[in-house]
Each structure stands twice: as structure tokens, then as C-alpha cells.
């Protein structure tokens, strides 16, 4: 990439960007609970709401995104599968279980955070390094995680290089919607105008 970008990066830690928050609840039978999963595109989600009676574990987590705006999120056992993302302020008060860590980050561009963990040098760096094999399956836990190193550039650059794959990650999705959009208006030609679709 050429431009503004100086490419100073340092070795850091992702622990002095996140760090692990936890509101522990006891889930009560007769009460409503939201629940979320998380999409190996990074994706998180509202999955379902549940009674307190239907959920397996008892002691869960809250999610805090008044107190935490910038709340991130994995599964220990799908994180190498592209399972880690930000929780979108709507699913502020659902639950979580102690194998999906709750993670406030701060002093670091949500944006370039996004693009870095699709990176090759992350993988290798916190993925492949630290993924511990247990009896079942693979699982990476937070204090690994959080212990791992990677390259981060200083925050003014975090945000220029977040907004770059920002603005290319909507270009792609308009470019990925306009054969549907124009195979619906040649099937709908005779449509009146205000009943169509327009980019």
C-alpha cells in the first residue's frame, strides 16, 4: 500500500489494547435471557432469547456496552475459524458463557482491529502459536490471547489503514449486490419506477 501510510509498526501486546471484563449473572429460571453466537466472518449476533430454566450453565456473563462501548468478543473453540468480533450496542444486557470472553478495548481503531485479525500475521502470530490442542478440540483461551504479540501501528495510523479496508469492504458489498440488482430490474422492466431498487 502507498500514501499516507508510514509503516512504523512495533511489536504489542494485545493485552495493552483489551483488557477482560466480567458481570457475572445466576441465571433464574422463570427470567428471559438474550442470547449470541458469533459468525466465522466476525460477525456477532443475536442468536435467541431462552428462560433461565432452558440454559444449561447457570453462572453466565452480561454483556456491558454502556460501561464497555467498545466490547469485543470470541469462542475459545471456533477463534481460529474466524469466530472474533465486536458486539454491536443492541445486544447490550444478553448473556455470554465463560467460553466466550468479554474484552473492552481501548486506545486502538475498531476498524483497523477488523482487517488485522483477517491477516495472515495475525494468524500466524496469536492463532498458530498460541491454539491449544486439548482432548476434543482445539481451544484458545483470552490470557493467551491477550499475551500474544502483534504489529500495530501507532492510533493515527490504526484509523487511516481501519477506514482504508472500511471503505474497500463497502465497495466490494455494492459490487457483490449489483448483479442481483440488475437482474431484477431487467425481470421487473415493467414495474412502475418508484417500486424499484436503486444503488
Not at 466476525?42 to 454483556?63: D, F
Not at 443492541?90 to 465463560?98: F, H, K, M
Not at 498460541?130 to 493515527?156: F, M, R
Request: one cysteine or more; proline letters at 3%.
Amino acid at each position: 500500500m502507498r500514501g499516507p501510510f508510514t509503516f512504523a509498526w512495533e511489536q504489542r501486546k494485545l493485552g495493552e489494547f483489551f483488557e477482560k471484563y466480567q458481570n457475572t449473572v445466576y441465571l433464574q429460571d422463570e427470567e428471559e435471557y438474550r442470547q449470541i453466537s458469533i459468525r466465522n466472518t466476525g460477525v456477532v449476533e443475536y442468536r435467541c432469547t431462552n428462560k433461565g430454566k432452558n440454559i444449561g450453565r447457570k453462572r453466565q456473563y452480561l454483556i456491558d456496552t454502556d460501561t464497555h462501548p467498545v466490547t469485543l468478543t470470541f469462542t475459545r473453540q471456533t477463534v481460529y475459524e474466524g469466530g472474533i468480533g465486536f458486539v454491536p450496542k443492541e445486544l447490550n444486557g444478553a448473556i455470554v458463557t465463560e467460553n466466550m470472553p468479554l474484552l473492552e478495548m481501548t486506545n486502538a481503531s475498531q476498524d483497523f482491529m477488523k482487517a488485522l485479525f483477517n491477516t495472515s500475521g495475525y494468524y500466524k502470530s496469536v492463532i498458530n502459536d498460541d491454539t491449544l490442542i486439548g482432548s476434543a478440540q482445539k481451544a484458545l483461551h483470552e490470557k493467551q490471547w491477550l499475551d500474544s504479540y502483534v504489529c500495530i501501528p501507532v492510533l493515527d495510523e490504526q484509523k487511516q489503514i481501519g477506514s482504508f479496508f472500511q471503505q474497500l469492504e463497502h465497495l466490494i458489498t455494492l459490487h457483490q449486490r449489483k448483479p442481483f440488482l440488475m437482474k431484477w430490474r431487467t425481470s421487473d422492466a415493467n414495474r412502475n419506477q418508484t417500486n424499484r431498487l436503486v444503488l
